[in-house]
């Protein structure tokens, strides 16, 4: 049987946010199972928490921020794609102030945090939500458009292209996929970065966003090149981020989905859409189990995932 996750032992880190600038500490402490995902603001008189759940969601401008009446927990995606990545399925998140530090701008701190912590199973098998049929998403017309679509798969894949018209960015691939029964998240997707343009810093700052980025926690560019010395990570890491964006995005459908996820040009808002609009198709999709990592419980064909015990 496949069984739901937490970590063995409780972890913590400071950083700041990309977009308030200000110092934020976040600990990772384990949860028991069918807890799910929560984020708990301690900087507050009394915690106030945030389950990670799509519907939470209050806010897409180039984060996801989850609400709860006048409070936000903001910039959720890297962390929740680093959730997804590694299969653990409940864990509570406190944090000092309302946004999760950027690291690096990839998931690759969380993921070593957490493996650091321990990643242990729990009594309680792994729910999944499994798509049964085609879903889409879509904003615009013509070359132009927008759009995002979850089909049924038999475990969990993701597609993405897209299309800045930057020299630099067109100098890389437009266009990645990667299929967790295939391919490493850890080593393919997780060190993957946030990227932004020099020319919209000032624009940014002005309504109060991308007042902690720089060099450090981000790929920047100009109007022709990329600035960070180092160079890319990965040769398609742009398009790879976008990925990495989407697997955080979906987290928040509050399950792990079995499913291909198709997109053109996607970001916070339409994947958050896309959630919504699968639990609006209550024929889309269902909640299965597994007895054993080959052998559906209800009788599907065989699934497989790249999720390894630290």
């Not at 972890?11 to 600990?27: A, D, F, P, Q, W």
């Not at 690291?103 to 993921?111: K, L, P, Q, R, V």
């Amino acid at each position: 049987m496949l069984k739901q996750r937490t970590i063995k032992q409780i972890v913590k880190t400071t950083g700041v946010g990309l977009h308030s600038g200000k110092r934020v500490e976040i600990t990772f402490r384990p949860a028991e199972a069918n807890t799910g995902i929560i984020f708990h603001r301690t900087d507050t008189p009394e915690t106030i928490s945030f389950p990670a759940l799509a519907d939470k969601v209050g806010n897409t401008q180039l984060a996801s921020v989850l609400v709860n009446g006048s409070h936000r927990v903001s910039t959720v995606e890297h962390i929740m794609s680093a959730l997804a990545g590694l299969g653990i399925d409940n864990l509570h998140i406190d944090l000092t102030a309302e946004e999760v530090p950027i690291m690096d701008g990839s998931a690759g701190t969380f993921i070593y945090l957490l493996r650091s912590a321990g990643i242990v199973e729990l009594k309680a098998p792994k729910y999944f939500i499994e798509v049964t049929k085609p879903v889409e998403v879509k904003l615009g017309e013509g070359p132009q458009a927008k759009w995002a679509r979850l089909e049924p798969y038999k475990g969990f894949a993701l597609a993405f292209s897209i299309d800045f018209q930057h020299p630099a960015i067109n100098s890389t691939a437009n266009f990645a996929e990667i299929d967790f029964g295939k391919d490493s998240y850890i080593k393919d997707i997780a060190r993957a970065r946030t990227f932004g343009f020099a020319s919209d810093v000032e624009a940014l700052r002005s309504i109060g966003l991308a007042r902690g980025g720089s060099l450090d926690n981000s790929i920047v560019l100009d109007e022709y090149r990329i600035l960070n010395a180092e160079g890319l990570r990965y040769d398609d890491e742009f398009v790879k981020h976008k990925i990495l964006d989407a697997i955080g995005d979906l987290y928040l459908a509050g399950k792990p989905l079995l499913a291909r996820y198709v997109a053109c040009r996607s970001g916070h808002d339409l994947n958050n859409r896309l959630v919504r609009e699968l639990y609006a198709q209550p024929d889309a999709w269902r909640i299965v189990t597994f007895e054993n990592e080959q052998t559906h419980a209800q009788g599907a064909e065989g699934f497989s995932v790249d999720w390894r015990l630290a």
